[in-house]
Structure formats: structure tokens, C-alpha cells
């Protein structure tokens, strides 16, 4: 009976351990990217500021792009669970919100706080752009994913019969407001609130976009 326990005990120490690791190394790489800048920041850097070696970083990640990927990943969903953005549930009660100007204002305060865990590294990663090319294809990716996901908004910004522009405007409206530009210029720059910031925008959205 020892003999067995002990294995499951010793193999459940072992994932615990890989996924504090993992955690760490991009809590680390996040940090790095964002104060060194992407192409500066090695994978030795990575280990180093995660307290593992190098060789671990490799095992989780494979290579520095993978690990921006999934630094990135991270950040937009707060956490490290495999959950897409949109299903998380404050994107669903959005969605289920049938007043348009109450939807807009809340999902304003939604993209403060993504904006609060992604803004820096978004700006990161464009400033890397111009020279390494694994963050031109991963600026390229984000952009697109994120208006696919505007364009989820607009569809159903469109459906409450509510919304006092095309769909097409309403998405790209969205997705020119949320590259994270405003809220850096506003909040770091400006030094407005999060709180200050999300009620602007929720206004400017309602203004600009609700019949």
C-alpha cells in the first residue's frame, strides 16, 4: 500500500512544482519583455529572473516566441487557465446584458483591467515589431484576434436593435479603442484612474455607437 501511495504522492509533487515553475517563468518573462524589451531579454535572462535554469525554460516553452505567446495568453485572461477571453464570465454576463449603453459602459470597465495587464507588453511587443520578426507575426496575431473579437461585439451590439451605427463601424471602433494606445497615453501618461479612464470610454462608446 506504501509503495503506491508514495509514487502518486511523489508524481503529484512533481506537476505542482512544473506548474509553479511555468508560472514563474512568465511572470519573469512578462517583467523582462516589458522593462528590457523582447529582443534584449534571453531565455538565460528568463531563467535567471525565475530562479530556474535555462534548460527548464526550454522544457515549458520550447523557444523565446512560445513563451511571448503564452506570456501574452496569460496576461489577456488574468490567469493561466486555457479559457478564450470571450468565454470567461464576465464576457458572457456582457453579452447577456440586453441594454446597449449599460453593456458599453460595462464592458468598458472590463477592458481597464485588460488593458491594466496587457497595455505595457502590447506596446512591448509593437516596439519589437520593426526588427525581430517573431513579434511582427505575434503583433500581427494579436491584431487579428482581437477584432475577431470586436467583431463578436458588434454582431451582438447589432442583434439588440439598439445600435446606431453599422456593425462594421461598431467593430472597428472597438478595435481601435482597445490596442491598449489610450489607456497607456490616459493612464500612465496622463495619470488618470482606471475608474476615470472606463468611464470615459464607456461615455465615448455610448456616445459614438448607441441609436
Known amino acids: ?30 517583467e523582462l ?4 524589451g523582447y529582443g534584449r531579454t534571453t531565455i ?5 529572473e525565475a530562479g530556474v535554469a535555462p534548460e527548464t525554460v526550454y522544457a515549458a516553452f520550447k523557444n ?10 496569460v496576461a489577456v485572461g488574468g490567469d493561466d487557465r486555457d479559457v478564450p477571453l470571450l468565454e470567461r464570465p ?3 454576463a ?25 497595455a505595457r507588453l502590447h506596446l512591448a511587443v509593437r516596439g519589437a515589431a520593426a526588427s525581430e520578426p517573431a513579434a511582427a507575426a505575434m503583433l500581427a496575431e ?10 463578436e461585439h458588434a454582431r451582438a451590439a447589432a442583434a439588440t436593435g439598439q445600435l446606431g451605427v453599422s456593425e462594421e463601424e461598431c467593430r472597428d471602433v472597438l478595435w481601435s479603442t482597445t490596442d491598449g494606445t489610450l489607456w497607456h497615453r490616459l493612464v500612465e501618461q496622463r ?21
Open 64 to 73: 523565446k516566441p512560445a513563451l511571448l505567446h503564452r506570456a501574452w495568453d
Open 94 to 118: 456582457l453579452f447577456a446584458e440586453p441594454d446597449l449603453r449599460t453593456r458599453f459602459t460595462a464592458f468598458a470597465v472590463v477592458n481597464a483591467s485588460v488593458m491594466l495587464r496587457t
Open 191 to 211: 495619470a488618470w484612474s482606471g475608474e476615470r479612464y472606463a468611464a470615459w470610454l464607456g461615455r465615448l462608446w455610448v456616445t459614438s455607437l448607441v441609436a
Open 1 to 30: 500500500m506504501s509503495g503506491p501511495v508514495k509514487r502518486q504522492y511523489d508524481s503529484s509533487r512533481r506537476r505542482e512544482q512544473a506548474d509553479e515553475n511555468r508560472r514563474r517563468i512568465l511572470r519573469a518573462a512578462q
Open 44 to 48: 538565460a535572462d528568463v531563467a535567471a
Open 142 to 151: 494579436i491584431d487579428r484576434q482581437r477584432l475577431e473579437s470586436m467583431g
Open 90 to 92: 464576465e464576457l458572457r
Open 33 to 36: 519583455f516589458v522593462t528590457r
